[in-house]
Every structure is written in C-alpha cells, then in structure tokens.
C-alpha cells in the first residue's frame, strides 16, 4: 500500500505542476497584447515616413520588421507552450471495472491476493500515467522557456525601434 501512495502522490504532484505551468498563460498574453499594441503605433510611424530622401526611415523599417519578426515568433512560441499536450488521466469507470473483475475472482484467490492484485493495477496506473505526465510537463517547460526568451527578443527589438525612431528620426523630421 505504501508503494500505492506514493505513486499516486508522484501523480498528483505532476498534474500539480501542470496547472501551475498554465497558470503562467495571462503573463504571456498580456505582453503579447502589448508588443501587438506597440507595433500598431509603430506602423502609424513608418505611413507618415517620407522614404525618398534619406536612408533612415528605411532602416527604421528594417528595424520594425525585425521586431514584428520576434513578435510572430512569440505568437508562433505561444502557440506551441499551451497546445497539443496529451495529458493521462486515472480512468474511474476503468478502475471500477477492473477492481469489480478481480472481486469477482474471490471464489479462487483469497483477499488479501486480489486486494493486492488491486493495489499492484492501481500502482501501476498511477505510475505509468505520472511518467507520461511528466514528459509532457517538461516538453510543456521547455516550450515555456522558448516562448519567454522569445518574448523577451521582441520587447527589446521593439524598445530599440522606438529608440531609433525617437532618436533620429523624430529629430530629423518633425
């Protein structure tokens, strides 16, 4: 019984630390929106640019299209870090059905064999389902990871835009 326990412990921690890992689903969409939001502004900047005289404008928008470049990147990241995950989960009607097999079985083997026989399926649920849990948190971790540098390589790129466009152009032009 105690191998049982832990087992299911092992399984329940791991389903634990999924749901802490979609927690983590707001942070990313609020700097989403603000990247998205800060290239809107941005391209209202590159319509009213005058692209004929100067080189500026046009490597301010080689600049903006390297950022909107790493903000696809994060959509395309975030995309990966909370889709297509294939969570196992403890069946009840399986383990009712199953645990009901074995009872039928009492004619033959005593109690304490089918309660075993009942704790070494269940053990072995509860194992198998932890271990895939487990792959799937750390593919969902490493996406997560992906996903926050990515994120972190758009706002920069975007602040530096804008730091190029305040800079030189906003000086230059207006």
């Known amino acids: 019984m ?5 087992y299911k412990e092992i399984y329940y921690k791991e389903l634990e630390f999924k749901d802490s890992m979609n927690g983590k689903t707001g942070n990313s969409i609020t700097f989403l929106t603000i990247l998205c939001t800060g290239h809107v502004y941005m391209f209202n900047i590159v319509v009213r640019l005058d692209f004929v005289f ?9 600049f903006e299209g390297i950022s909107v470049f790493y903000t696809a990147l994060s959509i395309l990241n975030f995309y990966r870090s909370y ?17 009901n097999e074995n009872e039928k079985l009492k004619n033959y083997y ?6 075993s026989a009942n704790c070494n399926m269940l053990s ?23 996903l926050s540098s990515s994120i972190i390589k758009a706002i920069v790129s975007l602040i530096s835009t804008y730091v190029f466009w305040i800079f030189f152009i906003n000086r230059i032009f207006y």
Not at 54 to 62: A, G, Q, R, S
Not at 83 to 99: A, C, G, W
């Open 2 to 6: 105690d191998k049982l326990n832990e």
């Open 54 to 62: 100067c080189i500026l404008p046009i490597l301010f928008t080689i």
């Open 83 to 99: 889709h297509n995950y294939e969570y196992k989960y403890i069946s009840i009607e399986d383990t009712y059905i199953r645990i």
């Open 110 to 115: 005593s109690d304490i064999e089918i309660n």
């Open 124 to 146: 072995d649920s509860f194992i198998k389902n932890a271990i895939n849990n487990r792959e799937e948190n750390m593919r969902k971790s490493e996406n997560q990871m992906k």
